[in-house]
């Protein structure tokens, strides 16, 4: 990827985070957070991965969708882009595996614990290397 093309993605995410935090109509846009945007060598299409805090995914999507049109003028002025790639929406569900990814990390650590309760009740000696 060349360095032109990372640097309208990190300027796509900059502007497309102030547009939905300031003007943005809907409610639930104003929630949603860009995580990451990734634009095609041909520049046909950028997907932009979002999450948000609370709330249903759908309403998310939805609101996303109904207002593409508006986002994509407002990038283009922004950006002052030639041409501008259509946009793809994608939840970014990386924060979910990394919470689910936390949860069983101490799960497992629980479950040496109560291991080593039980080999203390029962006065087994953990070996020795």
């Known amino acids: 990827m060349g360095l032109s093309l990372q640097r309208l993605e990190s300027n796509a995410l900059r502007e497309l985070s102030i547009i939905l935090r300031q003007d943005a ?3 639930h846009l104003s929630s949603v957070t860009v995580t990451e ?3 095609t060598n041909d520049l046909s299409f950028m997907t932009i991965y979002y999450t948000f805090y609370q709330g249903k995914e759908e309403n998310y999507q939805k ?3 109904d207002c ?4 994509r003028s407002q990038l283009a002025k922004k950006l002052k882009a030639r041409k501008m790639p259509e946009l793809i929406f994608k ?3 990386s924060l979910d595996y990394g919470n689910h990814i936390n949860d069983l990390i101490l799960g497992i650590h629980e479950h040496d ?3 080593k309760a039980n080999q203390e009740a029962l006065g087994i000696k953990e070996e020795e290397n």
């Open 37 to 39: 945007v990734r634009i």
């Open 91 to 93: 939840r970014d569900t």
């Open 68 to 71: 593409k049109g508006y986002l």
């Open 25 to 27: 109509k809907n409610k």
């Open 63 to 65: 609101a996303l969708e």
């Open 113 to 115: 614990k109560e291991i």
